[in-house]
C-alpha cells in the first residue's frame, strides 16, 4: 500500500484513482489477495504468539503426551455379559458381509424373514463389515474399554475369531440353546485350535482358497499349481496373489510340500522367499482384497490365487472363468459368527445361530451365496433347490476334496506381528 | 489498510465511535471461536494424541507405554524411506501435470469462455458428484489391458518409450507408475483448476489492453502481466495439489502395483494390518514434517508469501 501511494499523480480523479487501486489489488472490495497483506499482525505481534504458543506446546505437550498411552487388552475369561434383555425386547443386530445373505427378487432376505416370523425376533442386519482388519479398529475401542459395540452378532474370520478370544472380547456360547448347531456342524469345522470344540464361534460359511483362471487371458492352458502362477512366463505381471496373508502364504507353503497346520519359521522364510523372487521379476501384478473378481473377469489377470465362492458366482456370469484345487492342496478357512461383550441380545442371537444349522435354512443359503456350507445333512434339501450346486464340490466338499483341504494354523501374537510384516514388505509397504 | 478503513474521518466526533469500535475488536475472535474450537477437538487433540503414541512401546495384549523411544522415527525412516520418496515423486509428478494441464485450461475459462463459462465450471466439478472411489475404479475400466486406450499407445508406441523411462512395464498401464500418477493427477485437478481461475479471473482484462497499447506482444503480455498476476492461483494450486496427493493411498492401491506402494499405504497398513500404532504415528508425523518443510521452502522460493 505505501508503494503504491508515493507515485500517485495529482491530476488523477477519485474515480481514476479507485480504478487504478481496483487493477492493483485485484478486485474492488479488495478480496483475498487485496485484503491479506493488510491484515497480517506485525512482526511484534506474531513473534509473541508465536513464542506463546511454543511456551505452551512445550509445558502442555510433553505433560499430555506421556498421559496418553493404550491400556492392555482386556482379559476376562469367557467374555462380559449384559444383562439380557432378549425376553423383553425381541430384536437382534447382526453384522455381516456383503453377499453374504440370501436375497430374493423383491430385495428381500427369505430365510432371515422365516426366522422373524416363527420367532418373532426382528433381525437388524447390517452390511457394514468389508475387511477385518477394518472392522476390527473400528469396533476395537468399545470392546477395549468395555462396552456395547451395538451389535449382538457379528462374523469375522478365523484368525480374527481367535484374536477376540483370546482378548476376552467374546462371550461363551450357551450349548443348551444350540441343539442344532451341535448336531449338525460338519466334522471338519468342530475343533479349529484358537476354539476347541466350539465354546465360543460357530462357522457361518467355510472359505476355500484355490486357484481360479481366465481361459481366454491364458489362451485355454489350464493352470492348476501355485509353481505355474509363480514360474510360467506366459503370466508375466497377469497374476494376482490375495491380500490376506494366511491364504497367500498358506498356498505357497503347500505348494512347497510344507504343512500349513505345522510350519517353522524357516518353511514361511523360504514361502516368503519364493514369493519375492516373483514379485522381483513383475510377474506378479497385484495383491488384492475382493476386487479381484473383476480383474479376472476383463483378463487383466489372467489367474490368481481366490476364494472359491467367488469363482462359483463368477464362473455363472462369465464361462471362461475355471478353478483348479491344486494337487498340493488348498487352504479352508471359515467365517465365524460370535457374540460379543456386553451385546444386549445374546439369547436371540444364539437362537439365529441355531436356526441356520437346520438342513433347510442352511441349504436355502449355501443355495444363494455358493460358499462351503459347514452344515452336515443338507445335501438333499440343496438338491431339491438346486442340483448343481449340491453337486458341486466347492459347496459341498466330498471326500476327495475334503482330503485336500488345511488350515492355517494359529499364531502367537509375536508370529503374528512378524509374519504379517514380513508379507507386507512383499507387497511393497 | 484495515486501521486506515477504520480511522474515522478527521473532524468527526471521537467520542461516541470508541465503544463500537472495541466491541468490533472482539468480532473476528467470535468468528475465529467455532473455527478454533473445531480444530482443537479435531486436529489439535488427536495430533497430541498421535504425538504420544508416536513414542511409546508395548502391544495390543500388554497396552502400550509412554517409554520415549524416539527411534521408531530413524526406524520407521530407514524401513520406508522409498516410500517416502516415491510419494513425493509421484505427487510432484501429478502436480506437474495438473498445473500443465489446468492452466490453460483455467486460462480459457477466466478470458475466452464467454457465456460457456459456468457450464466448463460444472463440467470441472462435476466429477465430484460421484464418489473418490468409484472415480479411481473408473481408470480401471479405462486403462484395461485390452481396452482402446492401451491399445492405442502401444501402436503409437508410445509405451515403449514410458517403459523405457520406467514408468510403464510393457505393453500395460495399469499396475505400474503411469497409472498411480494418472490417478492422482485425475484426481486432485480440480484443486488445481479452481484457484487458478479464481486468481485469473481477477486479472483485469484492461491491463491485457496496456501492454498491447504498449507494443508488448501476447506472448510478452502473458510472461510481463497476466502470469505474475495469477502467480497466487499458481501456488495455492500447486499445495491443495501436492499435500493430498502426498498422503494418498488410494489410487496407488487399486492403480498401483506392489513397487508404486506410497506412504499412506505403509501407514495403513501399519495400522490396520500389523497394528504397529507407534510406527504408524511415526510415519505420519514425518510425513507432516517432510510436507510442512517443503511448502515453507517452496513458499519463500516463490516468494509469494504477501499473496497467500
Request: charged fraction near 20%; hydrophobic fraction near 40%.
Amino acid at each position: 500500500m505505501e508503494s503504491t501511494e508515493s507515485y500517485e499523480p495529482d491530476s488523477l480523479s477519485p474515480a481514476q484513482m479507485a480504478a487504478l487501486h481496483r487493477s492493483l489489488r485485484g478486485s474492488p472490495s479488495g478480496g483475498p489477495s487485496g485484503v491479506l497483506p493488510g491484515a497480517r499482525p506485525g512482526p511484534g505481534r506474531r513473534s509473541v504468539l508465536r513464542a506463546a504458543g511454543g511456551g505452551l506446546l512445550a509445558a502442555g505437550g510433553f505433560g499430555a503426551l506421556s498421559a496418553c498411552g493404550i491400556p492392555a487388552a482386556g482379559k476376562s475369561e469367557g467374555g462380559i455379559a449384559a444383562d439380557d434383555r432378549s425376553a423383553k425386547e425381541k430384536r437382534l443386530a447382526f453384522s455381516n458381509w456383503t453377499e453374504y445373505m440370501d436375497v430374493d427378487k423383491k430385495k428381500r432376505r427369505p430365510t432371515l424373514d422365516a426366522f422373524t416370523k416363527r420367532t418373532g425376533i426382528e433381525v437388524e442386519y447390517t452390511e457394514d463389515i468389508n475387511d477385518n482388519n477394518e472392522f476390527f479398529g473400528k469396533v476395537k475401542p468399545q470392546l477395549a474399554a468395555g462396552q456395547d459395540t451395538g451389535r449382538d452378532l457379528i462374523c469375522v474370520t478365523d484368525w480374527l475369531a481367535a484374536r477376540l478370544i483370546r482378548f476376552g472380547w467374546v462371550q461363551k456360547l450357551d450349548p443348551a440353546q444350540l441343539p442344532h448347531a451341535y448336531a449338525n456342524l460338519s466334522a471338519q469345522f468342530r475343533s479349529p485350535d484358537w476354539d476347541p470344540g466350539r465354546a465360543y464361534s460357530y462357522p457361518w460359511t467355510g472359505i476355500s482358497t484355490v486357484i481360479a483362471y481366465n481361459k481366454k487371458a491364458t489362451d485355454g492352458e489350464r493352470i492348476t499349481s501355485v509353481s505355474q502362477l509363480l514360474d510360467e512366463p506366459k503370466l508375466k505381471g497377469r497374476v494376482g496373489f490375495l491380500s490376506e496373508m494366511r491364504d497367500t502364504m498358506g498356498m505357497v507353503l503347500l505348494d512347497l510340500g510344507k504343512d500349513p497346520a505345522k510350519f517353522t519359521d524357516d518353511d514361511f522364510d523360504a514361502a516368503v522367499a519364493r514369493l519375492q523372487k516373483a514379485v522381483d521379476k513383475k510377474q506378479v501384478r497385484r495383491f488384492t482384497g475382493n476386487d479381484y473378481t473383476a480383474d479376472l473377469d476383463k483378463g487383466d489377470l489372467a489367474a490368481c490365487v481366490a476364494w472359491a465362492g467367488d469363482v462359483v458366482q463368477l464362473g455363472l456370469a462369465n464361462p471362461d472363468i475355471e478353478f483348479v484345487v491344486p494337487e498340493s492342496g488348498y487352504i479352508t478357512s471359515t467365517d465365524n459368527l460370535l457374540i460379543p461383550n456386553k451385546a444386549r441380545h445374546k439369547r436371540n442371537a444364539e437362537r439365529l445361530i441355531d436356526y441356520y444349522y437346520e438342513p433347510g435354512p442352511a441349504a436355502r443359503l449355501a443355495a444363494y451365496i455358493n460358499y462351503v456350507c459347514p452344515v452336515d445333512g443338507v445335501r438333499d434339501e440343496l438338491a431339491k433347490l438346486d442340483p448343481e450346486a449340491a453337486a458341486n464340490p466347492l459347496i459341498l466338499p466330498d471326500k476327495a476334496m475334503a482330503a485336500k483341504s488345511h488350515a492355517f494354523r494359529s499364531l502367537t501374537p509375536e508370529e503374528e506381528t512378524a509374519y504379517e510384516g514380513a508379507f507386507a514388505k512383499l507387497t511393497g509397504s | 489498510m484495515t486501521t486506515r478503513s477504520e480511522a474515522a474521518p478527521p473532524g468527526t466526533d471521537e467520542a461516541p465511535a470508541r465503544p463500537a469500535r472495541r466491541r468490533g475488536r472482539l468480532v473476528p475472535y467470535w468468528l475465529l471461536l467455532p473455527g478454533i474450537l473445531w480444530l482443537l477437538v479435531f486436529f489439535a487433540l488427536p495430533l497430541v494424541y498421535q504425538a504420544s503414541t508416536s513414542v511409546q512401546t508395548g502391544s495390543l495384549e500388554e497396552g502400550y507405554k509412554v517409554t520415549w523411544h524416539f527411534a521408531t522415527y530413524w526406524d520407521a525412516l530407514g524401513d520406508y524411506w522409498p516410500q517416502f520418496l516415491r510419494s513425493v515423486l509421484y505427487a510432484g509428478a501429478a502436480t506437474v501435470l495438473c498445473l500443465l494441464l489446468g492452466y490453460p485450461l483455467a486460462y480459457l475459462i477466466a478470458f475466452r469462455a464467454g457465456r460457456w463459462r459456468n457450464l466448463i465450471l460444472v463440467l470441472v466439478i462435476a466429477p465430484f458428484f460421484t464418489s473418490f472411489l468409484i472415480r479411481t475404479l473408473a481408470w480401471k475400466t479405462i486403462l484395461a489391458d485390452g481396452g482402446p486406450v492401451v491399445g492405442a499407445l502401444n501402436s503409437l508406441h508410445i509405451l515403449d518409450v514410458t517403459s523405457w523411462l520406467g514408468a510403464t512395464d510393457g505393453d500395460r498401464v495399469l499396475a505400474t507408475p503411469l497409472a498411480v500418477v494418472c490417478g492422482l493427477t485425475y484426481n486432485f485437478l480440480p484443486f488445481m483448476i479452481l484457484p487458478l481461475y479464481t486468481s485469473l479471473e481477477r486479472v483485469d482484462g484492461r491491463l491485457h489492453e496496456a501492454a498491447g497499447d504498449l507494443y508488448a506482444r501476447p506472448a510478452t503480455t502473458f510472461r510481463k502481466v497476466t502470469l505474475p498476476l495469477s502467480m497466487p492461483g499458481v501456488v495455492s494450486g500447486t499445495l491443495l495439489t501436492f499435500i493430498p496427493a502426498a498422503g494418498d493411498y488410494v489410487n496407488a492401491d487399486l492403480l498401483g502395483s506392489t513397487d508404486t506402494r506410497m506412504v499412506g499405504n505403509v501407514i495403513q497398513t501399519q495400522f490396520l494390518r500389523i497394528l504397529d500404532y507407534p510406527t504408524a504415528a511415526a510415519l505420519s508425523f514425518i510425513l507432516m514434517a517432510a510436507i510442512l518443510f517443503m511448502v515453507t521452502f517452496y513458499i519463500r522460493k516463490s516468494g509469494t508469501e504477501d499473496l497467500l
